[in-house]
């Protein structure tokens, strides 16, 4: 059924929102993106002047587009290549939405994506749009097709894993950031010990490669543990340097709401390092390397002048 103009326009109006809520979903902005493109087209096959309310209709067609994805997604990361991230968004990135309130901020976060990957498909779906657009139980219910009651008890179950992972109290960006300039001043003395002291007792190292570039089946663990995998990181070789094709430039900038470390080599983003800060140290190190996930940011690393890197450590 052909759509006349107005009818593509009430989409495009709706499409920064669908792709908003798409990655949260997804934790991919490549699959989001497609994922409302297919709701374009199921849209452009129906009679949308039946449609009463067109924003619930798309935001049902394109959740539960996003459940089947989520729901095959888990079936392919059982056979991925060491352990799987989101794909990571940089400050500025539209997809990333509104972060008005401290949940909104919250659900995006890199930690918390990451922690939405231990939920069932309908805990996700129902954590997202209730606590990142606050959508009522009775209107999630409705896109689910389940009770309220159910939508409830979901909720409360994805609220309760999502606290058990990140039950830490957040700090302001200013000591974030001189955290994170402590940590690079550590990481390049060449010592372990200057680095444990930033680093929280359980503190986590993770790296996603997708078995592309070389990264750790496993996550190191420990503050020790991660001080000498920093360690060694940060120490220059030419072995690092004909891995990656040069001397990477490195940048300190936000990515989904958290500090993060960019490492570009010519123009192209070949890692971003997500750091958890905490008041009592440095949590955790989640590192995407797979080049595969860094297609947009590097579009958008390339959108903006960003000065001289403050490093370069191979």
């Not at 968004?89 to 976060?109: F, N, Y």
Request: aromatic residues 6%; charged residues 25%.
């Amino acid at each position: 059924m052909a759509l006349t103009v107005n009818d593509v326009d009430r989409f495009e109006a709706s499409r920064r929102r669908l792709e908003v809520i798409a990655y949260r979903l997804l934790g991919s902005a490549s699959e989001a993106e497609d994922a409302v493109q297919e709701t374009f087209l199921r849209w452009q096959a129906t009679d949308v002047d039946r449609i009463e309310v067109p924003e619930a209709w798309l935001t049902k067609v394109l959740t539960n587009l996003c459940l089947n994805q989520l729901t095959s997604a888990r079936a392919r990361r059982e056979t991925y290549v060491g352990e799987w991230l989101p794909e990571p968004l940089l400050d500025g990135d539209p997809m990333l939405g509104p972060a008005d309130t401290a949940e909104q901020r919250e659900s995006v976060s890199y930690a918390v994506l990451t922690l939405l990957e231990r939920l069932s498909p309908n805990e996700r779906a129902v954590y997202v749009l209730k606590e990142a657009f606050d959508y009522p139980h009775r209107e999630i219910a409705e896109i689910l097709d389940i009770t309220e009651a159910a939508s409830q008890q979901l909720f409360h179950r994805a609220k309760k894993h999502v606290a058990q992972g990140r039950a830490r109290t957040e700090i302001d960006e200013a000591a974030a950031r001189r955290i994170v300039d402590e940590f690079l001043a550590a990481a390049t003395s060449g010592r372990t010990e200057p680095l444990v002291r930033l680093l929280t007792q359980d503190a986590v190292s993770v790296g996603d490669g997708g078995g592309k570039v070389p990264a750790r089946a496993k996550a190191f663990e420990g503050a020790l543990a991660v001080a000498k995998f920093m360690r060694g990181l940060f120490k220059p070789s030419k072995a690092k340097r004909d891995l990656v094709g040069g001397s990477p430039g490195m940048y300190v900038t936000t990515s989904n709401g958290e500090p993060a470390l960019v490492a570009v080599l010519d123009g192209r983003v070949i890692g971003v390092t997500c750091l958890e800060i905490t008041p009592e140290g440095i949590a955790a190190f989640r590192s995407q390397v797979n080049p595969d996930k860094l297609e947009r940011a590097t579009r958008v690393w390339a959108a903006t002048d960003h000065g001289e890197p403050l490093l370069t450590p191979f």
